[in-house]
């Protein structure tokens, strides 16, 4: 007999044992209560928070909500377009997190949000040098996630498509080359709208999916969330059984011999 | 709150309420033993099975791994290729099944297996007036399935692709048609290769989904199993959550206001 | 060398030689003018009129501008919705044309306006037995084109997306199986939104497209009326150059070898 | 009247002023004679050349067809993979062609030859400083051609897809930013493999396309030389012209009202 869906398969990064390949951004819930009870239905381990939701006063609560669900909290540095501001962002939240993970994403500007890879590159290698756990957001240029394994990130995390833009995966011929080139663990990040999106990152090799606003923000997230969880776990099964391949005409699943007589 | 996951959500097809929306058709399967580890692992409530399959002395087996796993048997018509022909399989499928469900399935040739929309119509129309209930295997042409579903089939199935082609929805807009047109339960039947597709199908407000060579063929046929129960939850879920809009830009996840000083 | 964009390469239909593989519908048109213009961009030589414009002191013009023009015109059916009422137009138009040639349109409904497959292979059988030039207008389902090719319509015209939904071609893989199995012409009509889907079409072996609502709607119809004969001819000798297949990976169209020392 | 296809559409490059929008790559042509009927067919009116081409004894003749031709010669830096040798290379070439005209490629690697962002954007800034006209093939993440274009480069050359892969425009969607954000010309550069690729790259809104091994390596390259000639006009003019909008209804090109009595 083959492999079993029963089979342990669990993701490690950095040396962390995850059950769930499924990963959560905080941004956008409507609320405290929205996003706890979208955590418990999602089943992830690992949650991000940006260190500017932790000022005093407003970030309590997220941080509350991750203590009470038990998940880890790996900060990012949302906001930060310039490798100094993203490398004082991750310093600051390691004293704040007490971790040296860091999500680190460097954007160009504040309206596409899109990775900025000279800035990107240069920080995720000061930070490997200065012995962060680095799991870097970036664009889906296969050069640029494979310098940033290169400088030893601990994963990789290509977008689908913007932030927030719920276009899935725009390119999977790129993400097909990035894991033929990436052996770091690969984490598909940005653009993923709903869970047909996240089936089609696993299936392409992904080993984890991160989503923020397709939860958050969907008409009812937690229902969402219990989707994504669903959806990882599906195409990540389908990678391992070894999908059909694609042909124009049809084969039939029945064998035309031994048809009744009538 | 909204709606759970938890939530009863049971399909309902000519009066039997299952609550697996996965059906699986049994042809390609390469032992018993895989088809029986199959059945478990996907779930399914309803099983297709040929007709032609059920010959004296090579078909017990199918209904016995059927009947040891539970499963309701739903007898179709594969290989028929006029009306006339189908009708008389479902008679003889009726009084060897005991059942008067049958999945009628007309094709034109034995190569592409594409429905033949002028026979099964006519097959349609018979079988429903002798009392069949009927779920009609039909091309994605949005008028073949009002016509179905017109004339009283109780369940309308349409194909994503060419039967064994593992190509999945060629055509999202006609089932998007198809969905707004039709009321009785819509079924994906055929064409779907890996459990992305099966996710996206659901998510288009197809009610289930029917998979057979994508499963029995596969490398690992009871990962896939289980990878298309996921994928079909996730899919039903994720239709219900609502899910965001795409746009071209990104918005932020994280709201720009109240970024750390540094 | 190799055959040349020269090299004559009419289309035949029906015994009739056509330079120009583009042709042109007239409805939607904003004025005689724009129309006028539009045919004179194109460099179509046969344009479909609906025999209902020609009702007295309405049609008149259309038909004065497709004379003044030089174009022929081939009447059609539109409108049309069983097998009677179009073999009763196509009469009628077979006595106001004066031309045995009809594009044979029969649908479903006025609003999605998708052909019937029953209603539209009856009134195609009806009128090859009575004579006609049957040019049909079908669904993208590859077992009615062959049904239509078998009862001797002298072009099949499949669509790529509605009528007037600007959708493109759809389902390129059933293009490819029509082309595969039928031999006489083939007609991309319908769903034609820009130039791109015209080239598209040729490329996967159409010998001919119809557009009308793309040009007649267009914000400038003459330009895009230029647009698609532009279109329609580099499809056609894109076909006809043989193009390179697709690969994941790059291949250097720069030999490496060479390269000047530094 | 609207604006016609007969109306001047020149393309401005540093104050170059061009009639055709099509640019030939000359790698990978089988001959010398393919190569001088190729240029003819496609009427393009720069052609560019990778300076190792140019060694004594080999690439006079590549630049003798380009004399007879009368097309304008665009050295390019095929092959370098640092800044330094980018540079160097189009200093060499300046020399060599007499011409302050760069196309500027820095690739990664040799098989992807995929563009090194960090190394192209260092190279470009030193090259526009240094006075050239730099063309430069970038990814298609905007934000790479956004700097490209702040740098001064007279024209952005973002690919479809990786040279020589023939995949065509994999995201539109970056194109489609990259066109909102960019004001210099945009050249689609890499990835083209048929002539609806290069329609399509010119209707998101690029302003010139460049395609080399679609052409040299078609079939019959003369032919999809003319092909590509057709496609370019064809999708500059849809562009001009404004298509349709898409909608998943049909809605009639001729008009409900008015249909004939039967």
């Known amino acids: 007999m083959g492999p079993t869906a029963a089979d342990g398969d669990p993701l490690v990064i950095a040396g962390r044992r995850l059950s769930s390949r499924l990963i959560l951004g905080t ?4 609320s405290m209560a929205s996003l706890e009870a979208s955590i418990r239905a999602s089943g992830a381990e690992l949650v991000t928070v940006a260190l500017r939701r932790v000022a005093p006063g407003v970030a309590g609560s997220v941080l509350e909500v991750c203590d009470r669900t038990g998940v880890a909290v790996v900060p990012n540095t949302a906001g930060c377009r310039t490798a100094r501001e993203a490398v004082l962002t991750a310093e600051a939240a390691r004293d704040a997190f007490e971790t040296d993970w860091v999500k680190l994403e460097v954007v ?5 949000l899109l990775p900025d890879p000279v800035e990107l590159l240069d920080a995720a290698g000061r930070l490997v040098d200065d012995g962060f756990r680095v799991l870097a957001y970036t664009n889906d240029d ?8 290169d400088l030893g990130c601990a994963a990789v995390m290509p977008l689908g498509a913007p932030i927030g833009s719920g276009m899935g995966i725009r390119n999977p011929y790129n993400l097909a080359i990035i894991r033929e080139q990436v052996g770091v663990p690969l984490v598909l990040d940005a653009g993923i709208g709903t869970a047909s999106d996240a ?8 080993d984890a999916v991160l989503v923020a606003s397709a939860v958050t923000r969907a008409r009812h997230p937690e229902l969402m969330a219990a989707a994504m969880a669903d959806a990882v776990r599906a195409g990540r099964l389908a990678h391992r059984a070894g999908r059909i391949p694609r042909r124009l005409y049809a084969q039939a699943s029945t064998s035309p011999a031994g048809l009744a007589e009538l």
């Open 142 to 149: 296969p050069v640029c996630a494979i310098r940033l394994a």
């Open 108 to 112: 160009s500007d504040d309206r596409m």
């Open 27 to 30: 941004g956008g819930a409507p």
């Open 199 to 206: 089936t089609l990152a696993m299936e392409l090799g992904c």
